[in-house]
Each structure stands twice: as C-alpha cells, then as structure tokens.
C-alpha cells in the first residue's frame, strides 16, 4: 500500500501539490469560526447524581443553585445610596432576561437571607441568579451580562464569579493562550529545524506539513461541532498535537530521503524508499497514537470524548499529510532539498573546514549507547530507581473539581472567587451541598428533624431547609422563602470545608449518611467531585486494559516479538509514573507555583490525569517505534546472534539517536509552548508532556531501552510458535527496496 501511495505521488507531484492547496484553503475557511462553535464544560456526566439535581433545581425551583455572582463593593458600604442604585438597576436587568432564574440580592431578600449575602466588612454585598441553558449557553449569556454594565459611581465597583462567568473567562484566556503558544512555538521549532537540517529549504518541509495539519484540525474540529459537542480545550490540545507529530512524521520521512538520496539513490526512488521504511514508521505509530487516544471514547464526559474524536481525525490527517504529500515535495525538489545550508555559510564565517563522514561506530551515540550495554545491570537499577522516586509523590495523589483558582489571581473570576471565600462563610459558593427531596410532601417535623441532623454533622455551618435555619442542631431563623411546592422540597447545607480536600469528602460521606425522610438526591461541589471520580474510575479500567491490548498487538505486528511490546508497556508504565509525580510535587503540593504563576489548591483537576496518560502513552510508543524500525533493521540483515543483537541496538539507536532527540525537541516547544497558559491545568497538560517527551527520548531510548535489550539478548526477538506464523502471515513486515535506476526523472528548469 505504502509503495503504490509513494509511486502516485512521484509520479504526479504537482496535481498532488494543487489538491493539497486546494485542501488547505477549504479547511481554513471552514474552520475559521471554530471557536464560536467550541463548548464550556464538559467535565461531568449529564447522567450524574449531581447534574440531576442541578436540573431539578432549575426546573422546579427556580434556580436555586446560582452559577452567577455579581460582587457590588462600595468603599461607603453596601447601604449607600450609590451601591444601592447600581444593585437596582443590575438586579432589574437580570429580572428582565428570560434566561436568568431566581434572581436574587442583599438589597431586596428577608433579612434572613440578606445578611448572608453581605461581606463580613459590610462593604461588599452579592446579586446571584442561576443563567439557563446549560454550561455552554450560561457562560455566553454571563458575557453579555458583564458587557451590560454600564459605568458605576466613584467608589463602586461591580465583578462578576460564579461558575458561569468562570466558563466564559476560561474560554477567553483558552483562546489566548493558544494564540500565544502557536507565536511562540513555530518560530522557535523553524529554528531548531534549520539547526537540525542545515538546509532552509528541508527544514521548511516539516513546519510546511504542520501548518497543514493546523488548518485541518481546525476544520475537523468544526466539523464535529455539527454531530456533538466539542470542549474548547480540544482546540489547544488537539492543535497542539497534530502540529507535534505532523513536524516528527515529516522530520523521520525527510531525513529518510535525505539518507537515501546520500546513497546514491534518484529522487523518486529516494521518495518511495522513504516512504517505504519511515512512511512504514509513522504508519504505525499512528496507530498506536490512535488507539491510545480513542480509548478515551469510553468515560461518560464530552470533554475526554471530544478530544478523543478530534485526537483520532488530527493524527490521522498529519499522517496522511505526511505520507501523500511530502513525498510530492520531496521529488520535486530533488536535490534542492540540501540548498541554503546555513552550516556551509557558518563554516566559511568561521573558517572551519569541511566535516569529514565518519562510519556509525565511532558516533557518540553508538559509543554512548555500547557503554550503556557494558554496564547494563548498573545502568537499568539505577535509571529505574529513579523513575520510581520521581513518580512516588503520585501515591498521595487527590483529585478534585476545577473552580476559579485555575485563573491566576488578577483574573475577575478569580478575586470574585477569593473574596467569596473570606468574606462571604455562609454563602453556599460552591463549598456547600444542596438536597433535593423530589416529590416529597411531608410535614414540617420531619423536615426540621432531618435539618437538626444534618447541621450537627462536622465542619456544617448551617442548614437551611423549608422548616428553617439549623446551627448546631438548634433552630436559629424561621423557614426561607421558596425551598418547598408542588414538585418537592430541597435544603442547603453550607460548610466550611473546600469539597475536594479529606475534610470535605468525609463530611460529604457523613451527610449522605443520615437518614432522610425520603429519598435524597445531591447536588454541590462535594457532589459534583464524588460522581465525576465515579465516572472515570468505572471505566479506568476498560480503558487502560483497552490501550495496553492495542498497543501489544500493533507493537507484536511491528516487530514479530512478543517480548518487545511487553517491554515497551513496562517502559512507559514507569515513564507516565515519574510524569504523575511530577504533576502532584508540582501542582498538587504547590512547589514551583511562584516560578509558574498558579495557585496549588491541593489537588489535580481528575480529568487531566487520564488525558495526559492515554497522550503520553501514544507519544511514547511514537519514538519506541521509530528506534525499534532502525534495530529491527539492522536485526534481520544481521547473523542473528547474541552478538548481533548488541550491534544492532548500538546501529539502531546511532541511526535515530539524533532524530529522535530532535523531534522530542521539536514536540516539547509545541507542547512546551502551552506551559505558559494562564489556566493551571493546561499549564500542567503543557509541562507534563513536555518533560515526559523529553525524559522518553533521552533517558529511556537513549539509555534504559539499550540496556535491557542487552539482557535480554536474542529473548528479544522471541515469540511463540503460533504467533511467530500467525506474524508471517497477518505482520506487515519491511517492504522490499525499490531497485535503484540511473534512468532521469522529470525536474523542473532550473535544478541545482
């Protein structure tokens, strides 16, 4: 298949070429309105315990659970006539949107309910309202309610919190961010790949098929929007990794051809040849790139689900590009794929001579790697010791719902959220759980015994139900208005704890504990935390079981062994271990927040973990593949023996060892680029990739993967008899070289 694409191609490069543009122009202006296109949220499942009740709070009670806060400061206190007047008119214009609920103030509530939403200064006081429609349509609708303030008197300042503006500031700082990331990631990774290549013109071929595989993901994007709903956050991750590996899959090809031409081979033979062995190499890890991200099909949550999709679509259209389009180029060129070698230049600058070739053996990497191989047993104790101490921090791990301290401080979510922390104890700003009682009529004793309960219960601030106001278990304040109709009854039980620590998970455990007088559903923080670890702890397991089956399968299609692949699990089950720990020593226990700007709550965000596994996992096998194609190589040109075994890993890692290193290079600026995002969990999606990349490319191809190759010796290449003929006959093994023709090829006028 390989063969009949790279033969197509060489032989009509430029309607190749005009389609590929004619692609390219389509898709951008397709995917040009993405954005406003890409949905908030995401991070739950719509069938959860605590969604249920979010409905049933908007249905039937007229959102009783606020997802907007609009904080009036007035440096003359919120009694003022100047505060007064600007909370009238805000609370008048929220009253008169069809899409906003239960609006509600400091200045119009009974007093049992107005001093709760007054700051414990006196100078700051709460409008809350419950915005309609979901998480998508209430962070647009709290856009245009920020944008609908109008100018406040002197010492009067309105900021609006809450989940809904959360989502809009998010997906504003999302869009920035990655605007950022790709300014600073492609001029960077032309100039890694000018000092890769030497020649402008071959370095240029990678960031060609990477802007490529840019404009396609963003109208694979767009078109997913039209079947289901797609997180912004698949914008910058799925962006961020079709331009990675459209730059490696483009870097192994050209440098396959570059190779080849050196050999003495013509550019269309070159061409297929390249395609036939690194187009091979990024054939299959694609696959395992794929397999590892569709695994993310199975939890119940758009977010994972949409970056599954589009993961799926982006890297298989950087493959395609790769494999279809670059060959194109590539004959096209012919030789001019050398020219501008800013090296000769640098040369002549500096008066150095011309470098003299000198055979694999005496390459650093060869050397480096034969060394690695004498000393093996040290090599692999200690790399694998200090994996496991590097990852050991991810044993304490917790993990929790994202709130507003994903912004950094300056943000308007931010403070509004902070200072509902301090100021604010009795308000239920997401720390607090709520009860919905469906369809339950009973009497007020019961009710009241029931909130006596629950308001014992530790670290409860208070209760409020439809027979009044609990504190410690005595009645304080008479019943607030609107918590019991026709449809049923809830109660709103205020804490002190952060939902997501232990504290809060253990008092969130205990309320569920005490005996309702009828069933109860709930809703809140603790909540919305408990069913989302639910969800994907569920199906955890049917994912991990899913990729580590895959990638076996592709990995003993690839190679003919079923040591290799169990040698790669293992590998990169201690590479993802030492990147977790890193996340948790980092932004679970806060060290280094002061270097990168975040503020550690003392969890991770639960659905990063599981993006940033099944990502590093197809990542990794990306470069397993691409060294164990050079090994394999030179494996099965070999006598097969012991002594074959050691020279082949030394060639195979010679001849990849600088690829290699430069496209982990080359993907850590792209997804190194997104560390500098301004929302701490892609800060973390950034980083951890990163160092992951990095660490796999060096320390454990470069050093760890030679070493237990060398004890295991010919065991490496074994397989059981059944599958040794089962991979005869289903395994794609190494295509056959083209023979080489003097014969010309059509060039175009002016070849140098």
């Known amino acids: ?110 007093p049992q309910i107005s001093s709760a939403l007054r700051s414990t200064d006196g100078k700051s006081a709460l409008v809350l309202a419950y915005l309609t429609g979901g998480d998508d349509a209430a962070q647009k609708t709290a856009a245009d309610v920020i944008e609908g303030f109008g100018a406040t008197p002197d010492g009067v300042t309105v900021r609006a919190g809450g989940l809904a503006a959360l989502y809009h500031e998010v997906n504003t700082q999302v869009t920035k961010d990655l605007t950022l990331a790709e300014g600073v990631a492609i001029p960077l990774t032309a100039i890694v790949l000018m000092l890769v290549f030497g020649s402008v013109v071959a370095a240029a071929l990678p960031l060609m098929i990477g802007l490529f595989a840019i404009v396609g993901t963003l109208a694979i994007l767009r078109a997913l929007t039209l079947f289901s709903d797609v997180s912004i956050y698949a914008l910058n991750m799925t962006t961020a990794l079709g331009l990675a590996l459209a730059i490696d899959y483009s870097l192994f090809i050209v440098s396959r051809y570059r190779e080849e031409l050196a050999g003495g081979r013509t550019h269309a033979d070159a061409a297929v040849r390249a395609v036939q062995t690194a187009g091979r190499t990024v054939l299959y890890s694609t696959l395992t790139v794929v397999l590892a991200l569709a695994a993310l099909a199975v939890f119940d949550l758009y977010f994972l689900r949409s970056v599954a999709f589009a993961g799926v679509a982006v890297v298989a259209a950087a493959a395609a590009a790769s494999i279809v389009i670059l060959p194109a180029v590539l004959v096209l060129l012919g030789d001019r794929v050398n020219a501008w070698d800013l090296r000769v230049l640098l040369r002549r600058l500096f008066r150095r001579p011309e470098p003299t070739p000198r055979p694999l053996e005496r390459s650093a990497w060869y050397r480096t790697v034969t060394w690695v191989m004498r000393h093996a047993v040290p090599v692999t104790v200690a790399i694998v010791a200090l994996l496991l101490a590097i990852g050991s921090p991810f044993l304490g791990v917790k993990f929790g719902y994202p709130d507003d301290r994903v912004l950094p401080p300056g943000a308007q979510t931010r403070a509004v959220g902070d200072v509902l922390r301090s100021d604010f104890p009795a308000v239920n700003a997401g720390t607090g759980t709520t009860i919905v009682l469906d369809g339950y009529h009973g009497d007020a004793a019961s009710i009241g015994g029931y909130a006596t309960e629950l308001s014992r219960v530790n670290g409860v601030s208070a209760v409020l139900s439809s027979s009044g106001v609990y504190v410690s278990g005595a009645r304080v304040a008479p019943t607030p208005p609107g918590m019991a109709n026709d449809t049923g009854q809830y109660l709103t039980v205020t804490s002190r704890f952060n939902p997501y620590s232990t504290d809060g998970e253990n008092q969130f455990q205990q309320l569920r504990d005490v005996p309702a007088p009828a069933p109860a559903l709930f809703g809140g923080g603790a909540a919305i935390n408990a069913d989302t670890l639910h969800a994907l702890g569920a199906r955890l397991p049917l994912a991990v079981a899913l990729i580590a089956l895959s990638t076996f399968i592709v990995l003993f299609l690839f190679t003919g062994s079923v040591v290799l692949p169990l040698k790669a699990l293992v590998l990169n089950t201690l590479s993802l271990s030492a990147m977790f720990g890193m996340m948790v020593w980092i932004f679970q226990e806060g060290h280094l927040s002061g270097l990168l700007g975040f503020t550690p709550t003392g969890y991770l965000v639960a659905t990063m973990p599981i993006l940033m596994f099944c990502l590093a996992f197809g990542m990794s096998m990306d470069y397993e593949v691409f060294l164990l194609s050079r090994i394999r190589e030179a494996w099965l040109a070999s006598g097969r023996t012991t002594a074959d075994n050691v020279r082949s890993v030394a060639l195979g890692v010679a001849r990849t060892g600088r690829i290699v290193t430069a496209a982990a290079l080359l993907m850590a600026i792209v997804l190194g680029a997104m560390a500098t995002a301004k929302v701490s969990f892609m800060q973390m999606f950034g980083l951890g990739l990163t160092l992951t990349v990095l660490a796999d490319a060096t320390i454990i191809r470069g050093l760890l993967v030679p070493a237990l190759m060398k004890l295991m010796g010919r065991a490496n290449w074994w397989a059981p008899a059944p599958l040794a003929r089962l991979h005869s006959r289903f395994g794609l093994s190494e295509e056959a070289p083209e023979p080489r023709t003097a014969a010309p090829e059509p060039e175009p006028a002016g070849r140098t």
């Open 1 to 110: 298949m390989l063969t009949r694409i790279a033969r197509l191609a060489t032989r009509h490069p430029k309607r190749i070429l005009l389609a590929a543009l004619v692609l390219a122009l389509a898709c951008g202006g397709f995917g040009a309105s993405v954005t406003d296109r890409l949905k908030a949220g995401g991070f739950t499942s719509d069938d959860a315990e605590s969604s249920q009740v979010t409905r049933l709070l908007a249905d039937n009670f007229g959102g009783a659970e606020p997802n907007l806060a609009l904080l009036i400061h007035s440096d003359q206190g919120v009694d003022a006539t100047a505060a007064r007047t600007v909370a009238t008119d805000i609370t008048a214009d929220l009253q008169g949107r069809p899409d906003a609920l239960g609006v509600r103030s400091y200045w119009n509530s009974p």
